[in-house]
Nanobody
Framework: VQLVESGGGLVQAGGSLRLSCAAS????????MGWFRQAPGKERESVAT????????TYADSVKGRFTVSRDNAENTVYLQMNSLKPEDTAVYFC?????????????WGQGTQVTVSS
């Protein structure tokens, strides 16, 4: 299965973007989907996660109150709504799927989409 991200781009500080992550196979079932980001010279960090069955979400402290992760199980798509963007949100954003609740490993990764926030 492939995960395909879209929705990245260039936006001014204070603006919004909505990222999408679609699974290439409609029958793909995941336990949890995560959004991650990696800025130049920095390690990859977790931004938000969402559990497929009940929609339980988690957020990094740096994005709480600004980002919202959601899912559409019928479309097998996960979204990341990013509001009040800051220059420090600039990074390549990846979605990843975790298929088992028994491990913390993310088994499938998207190719990433660039988000650039200008000041």
């Amino acid at each position: 299965v492939q995960l395909v991200e879209s929705g990245g781009g260039l936006v001014q500080a204070g603006g919004s973007l909505r990222l999408s992550c679609a699974a290439s196979e409609g029958t793909f079932s995941y336990y949890k989907m995560g959004w991650f980001r990696q800025a130049p010279g920095k390690e990859r960090e977790s931004v938000a996660t969402i559990r497929r069955n009940d929609g339980t979400t988690t957020y990094a402290d740096s994005v709480k109150g600004r980002f919202t992760v959601s899912r559409d199980n019928a479309e097998n798509t996960v979204y990341l709504q990013m509001n009040s963007l800051k220059p420090e949100d600039t990074a390549v954003y990846f979605c990843a799927a975790r298929t088992s609740p028994s491990t913390f490993r993310y088994d499938f990764w998207g190719q990433g989409t660039q988000v650039t926030v200008s000041s």
